[in-house]
Structure formats: structure tokens, C-alpha cells
């Protein structure tokens, strides 16, 4: 059974800070996902993503993650992924808290 690739998006925890980290279009991290480059071709996610995992020294734990196009950019198509890209739980402080009302 061929499993069918999904678009994607690259990200890892930042290996100093730990915060979730999304690899951009231009080949560096933002801590936004909607900055991350999203990937519809399963040959260019697994490139990004292995010269992604080649960056141990700046990251951690880096994967390929469903996403879907959005109107500002690409938008998390999985619930932990959203629970990631809105950052730490536990209180609202770093992501959070810049969106408190």
C-alpha cells in the first residue's frame, strides 16, 4: 500500500530556546508558521527536511507536518500541529501572549 503524500511543512524546536520553528521558503526559521514553505512535491519536502536534520546544531527533532494553504500562508491541517504553532500550554507567555486579548 503506497501511502499518499500530504503537502507539508518542515519544522523542529529550536535547540537553545525550544521553541517551534518552521523552515522558511528562503531557507532559514521562523517562529511563525504561516513563513514556513510549504511543500507539495514529496521529493522537495524530504530534500528540505534532510538539509534540515544536516542543522543539529540549531535544531531539534525536525519533521515533515500536514499543512494546507491558507489565506496568510500555510495553516496547520492537524490539531497538534496547531496546538504547536500556538505555542507553550502550561500559561500564556512567548506566542500566547502576544495574542491575548
Not at 523552515?23 to 532559514?28: D, E, I, Q, S
Not at 510549504?38 to 546544531?57: K, N, V, Y
Not at 519533521?63 to 500550554?89: C, D, I, K, M, T
Request: hydrophobic share 40%; net charge negative.
Amino acid at each position: 500500500m503506497t501511502i499518499r503524500f500530504t503537502p507539508s511543512v518542515v519544522t523542529a524546536n529550536d535547540l537553545l530556546s525550544g521553541d517551534v520553528i518552521y523552515l522558511t521558503p528562503h531557507g532559514n526559521w521562523s517562529r511563525i508558521h504561516t513563513d514556513a514553505a510549504l511543500f507539495t512535491e514529496q521529493l522537495a519536502a524530504e530534500a528540505a527536511l534532510s538539509a534540515a536534520q544536516a542543522q543539529p546544531d540549531q535544531i531539534v527533532g525536525a519533521y515533515l507536518a500536514p499543512a494546507r494553504h491558507g489565506p496568510n500562508g500555510p495553516e496547520p491541517a492537524h490539531f497538534r500541529e496547531v496546538f504547536r504553532a500556538r505555542g507553550p500550554s502550561n500559561y500564556p507567555h512567548g506566542k500566547q501572549a502576544d495574542n491575548m486579548c
